[in-house]
């Protein structure tokens, strides 16, 4: 029986949108090639063949805020994504019309308790240690209340994980010590894989010439919002003095009127739901991640130095990558360092040596996710 594959995941868009995405929207792109999947999202449902998706049935389910979404779940007892993205109103099919379900984050696993119990094999992708996750964001948020509540989704997060144990049949996590965190939740017999977050081939763009700075994140996210607020006061202020003539840009989705309001009166020059990042890579000197919390691997670590982009990024923010890729970054953690690891780059003229170039197409290429993706296609192949 030829196999058929429903991916469940929010933000996935026919073309790459969001890091919440991207991870089912390249799994759908790379398993087509070899069965038709379907995709069902808080927009709709997508078919997927050969890698074009197809939007076969539209809806529009809107999007809550992060202070509602929260609040929903503490009064609902449910997971904040699940709110969030308003997982109960999707047009799900019979998961018995399929004969595997790719089920990404804990949340999501709450739309099996609606249903009776499936005849498909349920692989569950974790995204990340969502106890690290949520514990991390809790430790970088200054009011009392709302950390309480932050902290608070990792509990509900391995209490859904638990409530589904005896439907999932296999795991994809990013890294092995995420893989030994939901190792730990879930029932004998279950397979467990690990598959980096690195998405992108190696497909370096040219450099303009341009003295840029860039930060690349979805601009609703607490952990990037934290991330960009470490770095705009304890460090941008500092280099604006130092390389007076250096450019930071930041680009994201969905950023509020007051943050856009607030960065370009810090001079930074904000450039939101961009159609396309190439040309901000291009003029690029480096790409920063200076991640104080979250879990995983950052998905922007790999963007960057696939478009031949360094990073320069904090020891937080190589959390969950292969060792190769953390060789190719640059790390600092205080505000000392950031500076003069930026300056150094601004100050040599060129964006990267030849040597460089040939280490991060090999560290790209050895955990390449067209390559790492394989596992399951033959996980699928053989129940």
């Known amino acids: ?148 509540v932050i902290s608070k989704q990792a509990d509900v997060a391995e209490r859904v994980i638990q409530k589904a144990r005896g439907l999932i049949a296999a795991t994809i996590s990013v890294s092995e010590s995420d893989r030994d965190w939901i190792e730990s939740l879930c029932g004998s017999g279950v397979r467990h894989f690990v598959i980096p977050n690195n998405l992108f081939s190696y497909s370096p763009t040219k450099w303009t010439g341009r003295k840029s700075i860039l930060y690349v994140g979805s601009l609703n996210v607490t952990m990037n919002l934290q991330a960009l607020e470490w770095f705009t006061v304890n460090v941008w202020p500092l280099l604006r003095k130092i390389v007076p003539d250096v450019e930071f840009v930041v680009a994201g989705r969905d950023p ?33 991640i200076p991640a104080s919390s979250g879990s995983g691997g950052k998905i922007k670590v790999c963007e960057a130095l696939s478009r031949g982009v360094p990073v320069i990024t904090t020891p937080h923010g190589l959390v969950g990558q292969p060792a190769a890729i953390a060789d190719c970054c640059i790390v600092r953690e205080d505000p000392a360092g950031w500076v003069d690891a930026i300056r150094a780059q601004v100050e040599r003229g060129h964006r990267s040596t030849g040597e460089w170039d040939d280490q991060v197409e090999a560290a790209l290429s050895a955990s390449y996710f067209g390559n790492s993706i394989k596992q399951i296609s033959q996980y699928i192949e053989s129940r």
């Open 1 to 148: 029986m030829q196999p058929r594959v429903l991916i469940l995941s929010p933000q996935v868009y026919a073309e790459p949108h969001s890091g919440v995405g991207m991870r089912g929207h390249f799994q759908a792109v790379h398993l087509s090639r070899l069965w038709p999947v379907t995709v069902v999202t808080e927009t709709g449902t997508y078919d997927v063949k050969d890698g074009v998706f197809t939007h076969r049935v539209v809806t529009e389910v809107a999007e809550a805020s992060n202070a509602l979404a929260y609040l929903r779940s503490a009064a609902r007892r449910t997971h904040y994504l699940f709110e969030k993205y308003n997982c109960r109103y999707w047009e799900v099919p019979s998961l018995d019309e399929f004969t595997h379900v790719i089920i990404h984050y804990p949340a999501l696993l709450e739309l099996l308790a609606s249903s009776p119990r499936p005849q498909a094999s349920i692989i569950f992708d974790t995204h990340n240690n969502e106890r690290e996750y949520f514990e991390t964001v809790a430790a970088r948020t200054p009011n009392r209340f709302k950390r309480a």
């Open 256 to 288: 509020s009127a007051a943050l856009m309001a607030d960065l370009k009166r810090k001079g930074v020059t904000v450039i939101a739901n961009a159609p396309s990042l190439d040309p901000l890579y291009e003029d690029a000197l480096c790409s920063l």
